[in-house]
């Protein structure tokens, strides 16, 4: 999800050239007498503002892991049933001449879901991993970082300025081990959502779907019910795709039109 990493690049270019006019004023050799007080006036409203947009997001985060997990029930009850199917078409045939395609719709609902998780499990101990890095680099250097571009060293000069620094020091340390990971994280569970989202509906219309081929072209008894159903269904496959594109619109948007 592109569009979500405007917000994040606009914050770090503010901070980068702001810390770069901070930087470069310091090595000037007459600095104003209320050079202090101006800096800190600045970083004050720096600290204020990066703790708005911790509060924001976490909330933020708190809503999309609810979201998320409510896919995952449902894939997993998706998985669940499928086996219950294959189990009792496989103990118990169908008295009725039936093609492959119910079986492979329903082994496929079963193993989907099965690798979805096992990939998730190792995509969250990467990202664990990443994390991990990147705090420890962050303890190494205070500089102010995007990706790999260094933007900017702090510049220790004199006792005076030294609880000012401190500031900036524990700033740059909360922006690169707190706000970028849980901003990550962020991004990570809306394109998980998505996915999820994509996977479980792909799930059920290849299950609707079928079922609308055993309905019509393995109907040797033209049962009237049977074919009624397959017509609901054919009409529900039409139609789900245009509902889940709008659906997937919708989220898009509301994640792109959230500020942080």
Not at 95 to 115: Q, S
Request: aromatic share 14%; net charge neutral; glycine share 4%.
């Amino acid at each position: 999800m592109s569009h979500l990493e405007s917000d994040v690049t606009k914050i770090l270019e503010g901070l980068k050239n702001r810390f770069i006019n901070f930087s470069n004023r310091l090595k000037d050799a007459d600095l104003p007498e209320t050079f202090i007080s101006d800096e800190t006036i600045k970083l004050e409203k720096l600290e204020d503002n990066l703790k708005k947009k911790k509060e924001v997001l976490e909330s933020r985060i708190r809503q999309k892991k609810a979201n998320l997990w409510t896919y995952k029930l449902l894939l997993i009850c998706e998985m669940v049933l499928s086996i219950f199917v294959i189990t009792l078409i496989t103990i118990y045939p169908p008295e009725e001449e039936t093609g492959p395609w119910p079986k492979i719709a329903f082994y496929g609902a079963a193993v989907i879901p099965l690798l979805l998780f096992l990939f998730a499990v190792f995509e969250g101990i990467m990202d664990k991993i990443a994390d991990w890095k990147r705090r420890r680099n962050a303890r190494k250097t205070f500089s102010l970082e995007n990706e790999n571009e260094k933007i900017g060293e702090i510049i220790l000069m004199g006792n005076e300025l030294d609880d000012l620094m401190n500031r900036y020091q524990k700033f740059f340390e909360d922006l690169n081990e707190n706000y970028v990971p849980m901003w990550n994280r962020y991004k990570r569970l809306c394109n998980q959502y998505l996915f999820y989202y994509i996977v479980g509906n792909l799930i059920g219309c290849m299950i609707l779907f079928s079922n609308v081929i055993e309905s019509f072209f393995y109907n040797t008894k033209q049962d009237s019910l049977k074919t009624f159903y397959g017509i609901l269904q054919l009409f529900l496959l039409i139609l789900s795709p245009f509902v889940h594109y709008r659906c997937i619109r919708t989220t898009i948007l509301i994640d792109s039109l959230t500020q942080f």
